[in-house]
């Protein structure tokens, strides 16, 4: 496997918080990972997780209370770490009086290419995140989701390995989400390491190949999305329409939802068939029938639920 | 329609704006006018030590000595010609200057002649004239005009021809210092007090003036010596009239009629001469030269 | 040495101009060019005293507002707006970063700077109708003012490492008016018979920055030539103490929590 991109060790960080700057606030406890190279690893957990100040500890923007970690080998101290990395901040702002072609040619001067070699890339990196017809817009006209757009191609400007992204989905429109959700699948298949937090679950189901759930500061489980949650069926979930004339069966009613014309009901996967059998009696139109699996978001509610009631949980690890 | 309100507010700013400004513009000058009254009682200088000013200047120290030099210009420009006028803050706003500005030399030679000139024209105070002009001459040791200034205020208005002779003989030695101090030096050693004397000092500071109030009052002091030569030589004549006709003459155009002069007797300013009562020679009140400060009529 | 600094200097240079702070020149010509033509009817005799007295005040007050309002916004701006997360995590050390800032502002007070100069010289001639020997004194005086405001850039650019940009205006300015006064306050301290008193003095007459040494704004005035050993004198003193200035600020900032 040779040398993981990311490696995290025991990482904290202790705040002082108050006025007198006497409390302390631990906004991340003792965070050990592992992230392998050519894997887009997701960031997972609710708002004030410590998903930011993790992403900002590895960025040496702010300094950690003890632990260390490594990418690709360097620790991060070493300011050469950074010629491997890129990084997309959250709800990220750039120099607004900057036209998006300036700002890519501003970043990539710090990597020393010679000029032509840099104009090129500053073309073929606007192109890549659709901005080529933008290029010598200002910033402040912007959308946010060109702005996102940007925000990513200054990223990958300079070709890095690892790629980190913060919340790179958040704002978007559904169009804009899936262009972010392309551009990453896209370096995943040029066999970078991306590793972005989100709080959007069907996001990271979906790109990543493991995943990690930090809840107030610790970490509450790490593995394959699949692994967090068991692959079980716990239930089929049918959709029909009623033909007009005939009646919802009674052993229905208490169960079933109508949605506009139609009727949801979640019944156990041994009763599908007298179900069915029931709706075929009133000639009812079957519209899907679909197996429903626990989601990373049961999970992840179930862990908060959790956390409310027991602030202190104890012990980590998978499930 | 936030369109309409907007044209609405700018037609209104575009109305009531200048009206307003004319309302405050004519409240103004009523204000002027009440503090103006009150200033006319008891004229003050809210700030009057130079040493401080040059520390609050905070480094722009020259600039504010232009802003003072201003202000003592056009303090003495608007009150010259009020009746009374006593010029007090005359010597605190030059002083002030002079300290942000040591090297402001137009400023000490103003000084030097309004300090000590007596009111109506100036402060009457030569001896703050003097104290100013010290400053000036050790601020600006290079400058003969420092010294000669000096002398000149030794000798018009303080008469210690000693000194003004010590003076003057210093200003000679400076570099660039033109003959004519080494001249005047000996001169008022030898004769004190004379008209050729005073004359030759009075045409150097009209030469040399670049404030028109100086070179005016130079003038003015020139055409003053100017008439009282001629009437201590109208003096003779009409004495030399009496002699023949046995009384004093009582007009000039009798003395040119009597082929004692050879022409009307005129004063600088191109108006003839009048006889007194007395018979002595007088400037026909209507003229506007002044004698101010009738020299003492030393022998020739 | 790496070209980081100057990369970020540019940079900093263009978000200047993009601002439209160079209008200020257009309040600076106008002012000039009204000052030129008043200055022979009120001030008598001495137009060309008034001219160079009023340019260089102006250039230095001018310059010093400059100095320290975009002084102290300098880290405080990319902290707020947050720009300078995206940059940090580029091959960049925290002390480049601090000297391309300094850079960038130094190089915008110098182009206004020398282009006030022209102004300045503009509106000489237009009363002198010639340029004098004397007139090289003035420009030594802009230099002089060209150090000043180094120096404050770097004090605004240090205050602004770790404190609001309202504070840092406060700090910048207490310090910049302390070192016009610091020989009055070594004086004081000289007067008094404690002879710890004495000895804090001094000290702190070494250690505040003696803005005092670079005014010359009279002296070129009247067209009094500025010894060379002065020159260089105070060139060597404003580069070693902006060197210091921004070895603290850099001292301070690495190890700064961005939030």
Known sequence: ????????????????????????????????????????????????????????????????????????????????????????????????????????????????????????????????????????????????????????????????????????????????????????????????????????????????????????????????????????????ELFFEMRPGFLLPTALAGSATKIGERYRVEVPEVQLYPVLEQLRNCQARILSVAPLRPTLEDYFLKLVARDKADPHPAGEGAR | MSGQSHTRSVRLALLAVPVLFLAIASLQTRIDAQTRTIAQQKEELLLRSGPLLKKLSLGYDSLLADIYWTRSVQYYGTRIGSPGEKFELLWPLLDI??????????????????????????????????????????AIPDDWRMESDLGFLYYWHLKDYAQASATYLDASKKPDAPLWLKIIAAQVAAK????????????????????????????????????????????????????RYGRYPETVKELYQSGLLSGIARDPAGIPYIFGPDGKAQLDPKSPVIIEKPLARSPR | MSAIPAVVAINTFREAVRDRVLYNLIFFALMMIGASILVGEISIGISRLVIINLGLSAISIFGLVMAIFIGVGLVSKEIEKRTLYTLLSKPVRRWEFLVGKFGGLLLTLTVNTILMTLGL????????????RADASVLVAVYFILLELALVTALALFFSCFSSPMLSTLFTLGVYVSGIFSKDIRD???????????????????????????????????????????????????????MLVLIAASAVFSGRDLK
């Open chain 2, 97 to 138: 200057t002079t300290t942000l500005d040591p090297k402001l030399m137009i400023a000490y030679r103003f000084g030097a002649i309004f300090l000590s000139e007596p009111i109506p024209t100036g402060a009457d105070r030569p001896d703050l004239a003097v104290e100013l002009v010290k400053r000036g001459v050790a």
């Open chain 1, 1 to 236: 496997m040779g040398t993981p991109a990311i490696e995290i060790e025991g990482l904290t960080k202790d705040y002082a918080v108050g006025f007198w700057r006497k409390r302390m606030r631990r906004s991340l406890d003792n965070l050990t990972l592992q992230v392998e190279e050519g894997e887009a690893f997701g960031f997972l957990g609710p708002n004030g997780a410590g998903k930011t100040t993790t992403l900002k500890l590895l960025m040496s923007l702010v300094f950690p209370s003890a632990g260390t970690a490594r990418v690709r080998g360097r620790s991060i101290d070493d300011v050469r770490m950074h010629r491997e990395i890129g990084y997309l901040p959250e709800q990220p702002y750039f120099y607004d009086y900057l036209t998006a072609r300036e700002l890519l040619d501003y970043y990539a001067r710090f990597f020393g290419y010679p000029l032509a070699e840099r104009r090129q890339r500053v073309t073929r990196f606007l192109e890549r995140v659709g901005l080529a017809d933008a290029g010598d817009v200002q910033l402040r006209k912007f959308s946010k989701g060109m702005l996102q757009r940007v925000g990513i191609a200054q990223a990958i400007v300079h070709d890095p390995q690892v790629i980190f992204l913060d919340e790179p989905m958040s704002g978007l429109d559904p169009v804009g989400r899936r262009e972010v959700r392309d551009i990453i699948l896209d370096l995943k298949r040029q066999g970078r390491t991306v590793f972005f937090s989100t709080h959007i679950l069907s996001d990271a189901e979906m790109l990543c190949d493991r995943v990690a759930v930090l809840l107030g500061g610790k970490l509450q489980g790490v593995g394959a999305p699949g692994e967090i949650v068991s692959m079980e069926v716990y239930g089929m």
């Open chain 3, 121 to 132: 010289a503009a509106a000489l001639y237009y009363v002198s109708r010639n340029f004098l």
């Open chain 3, 188 to 242: 004081i301290g000289m007067l008094t018979r404690n002879p710890a008193m004495q000895a804090a003095a001094q000290v702190l007459y070494y250690v505040l920055p003696n803005f005092h040494n670079f005014n010359t704004i009279t002296a070129a005035a009247h067209g009094e030539s500025i010894p060379l050993s002065l020159i260089w004198q105070n060139t060597a003193y404003a580069a070693l103490y902006v």
């Open chain 2, 192 to 243: 004190g007090d004379s008209f050729s004397t005073s004359r030759a000092i009075w045409t150097e500071l009209f030469d040399t003036a670049q404030n028109p109030a100086v070179k005016k009052n130079a003038f003015q002091h020139l055409q003053s010596l100017q008439a009282q030569q001629d009437i201590l030589e109208l003096d003779k004549y009409a004495g030399d009239y009496r002699k």
